[in-house]
């Protein structure tokens, strides 16, 4: 058995799920396993487009640090946010990224976490004292893009969740490093989407019925079976028998 997984070129390549009311929220989390061959620029999972139907974004922009983004589009150019310092150095390197949002309306209810350890450093907002909350808009959701930004590396394990995970919930999805199945986690009641990276094949929404479709995908990354049969040898559950 082996682990196929979609590998973004950091040119047109991403996954589309289409807008649904799950996927808008008020507080929320997002995680997912990234490897990033260049961490310039590289969305890992956003909803919408800036000034337009923008609701949340999740992503490294040029100085590699890695954002969450909460925006009310009811404003122009009006978000909360906060960041991490940059991660230049993790390039190639498998990270486990979270993102976590209270529902309120300061930079200050964001958290970020990488490996399962608090990571945030600063805050990026503007307008904010005019932001309100986010709104429910039409934009779908992209794995691996945002506006004409493309990931160049590796994402799965992508799930999306209704409530602001504790320090000790993401702890839990990091699993020591051993990537856990989203489903079997104790607020697993929460999760809105889950998505794992199915290679060139649609990616199942393991938690509802929200389906991602690759489009431009045409590479991907063969990762041998590991020791206990059910995973690769970089602690993911494998999809190819």
């Not at 779908?140 to 990931?151: I, K, L, M, Q, S």
């Amino acid at each position: 058995s082996y682990n196929e997984l979609a590998w973004f070129d950091g040119e047109a390549d991403y996954v589309t799920i289409a807008d649904h009311d799950d996927l808008s929220f008020d507080a929320f989390s997002v995680s997912a396993w990234i490897n990033m061959n260049d961490a310039t620029n590289f969305p890992v999972i956003s909803k919408g487009a800036y000034n337009s139907t923008a609701e949340w974004l999740f992503l490294t922009e040029g100085a590699d640090k890695l954002k969450l983004y909460i925006l009310d589009e009811s404003v122009s150019n009006c978000y909360i946010g906060r960041a991490t310092a940059a991660l230049t150095s993790s390039e190639s390197e498998w990270l486990h990224v979270v993102g976590t949002y209270n529902g309120g309306t300061a930079s200050s209810g964001i958290k970020l976490y990488i490996n399962g350890v608090q990571s945030d450093t600063s805050t990026v907002e503007n307008a904010q004292s005019s932001f309100v909350a986010m709104e429910n808009l039409g934009g779908p959701v992209r794995v691996g893009r945002y506006n004409d930004h493309y990931a160049n590396g590796a994402i799965t394990e992508t799930s999306l969740w209704n409530k602001e995970l504790s320090s000790t919930e993401v702890l839990e999805l990091f699993n020591d490093g051993k990537a856990l199945d989203a489903l079997t986690h104790s607020a697993t009641a929460n999760i809105k989407g889950y998505w794992r990276n199915n290679g060139l094949s649609t990616w199942t929404d393991l938690k509802g019925s929200n389906n991602g479709t690759p489009t431009s995908v045409t590479e991907t990354i063969l990762i041998p079976q590991g020791v206990d049969g059910s995973r690769d040898a970089q602690g993911f559950i494998m999809n190819k028998a």
